[in-house]
């Protein structure tokens, strides 16, 4: 069993940035793939970035250039650094982890860009 809990949403000003945490608990998180997503208001939720055990990364076009994913398997901690933020990054994110047929999420976190 893990259990993930986000932090460092909040609200900023178009074009700044905010560096988001997932905080894991349980089994070895080195292990696990790891990602973020994001649900805007009205919106399906959608992909942000993935980042597998083995080190790939993979970015949703929108965000690539201006997002960071990293993990710390140290402190079993996924990260998310977002800089340059627009209005429309606007979102719940949400933090994934996956291992075969365990899929864990946190609970979100509030992220508005808005002047």
């Known amino acids: 069993q893990v259990q993930l809990v986000e932090s460092g949403g909040g609200l900023v000003q178009p074009g700044g940035s905010l560096r988001l945490s997932c905080a894991a608990s349980?089994?070895?998180?080195?292990?696990?793939?790891v990602g973020w997503y994001r649900r805007a208001p009205g919106k399906a939720r959608e992909l942000v970035a993935t980042?597998?055990?083995?080190?790939?990364?993979n970015y949703a076009a929108s965000v690539k250039g201006r997002f960071t994913i990293s993990r710390d398997n140290a402190k079993k901690t996924l990260y998310l650094q977002m800089n340059s933020l627009k209005p429309e990054d606007t979102a719940v994110y949400y933090c994934n982890a996956k291992y075969f047929q365990y899929d864990y999420w946190g609970q979100g976190t509030q992220v508005t860009v808005s002047s």
């Open positions: 349980g089994s070895i998180f080195s292990m696990y793939a």
């Open positions: 980042l597998s055990s083995g080190g790939s990364i």
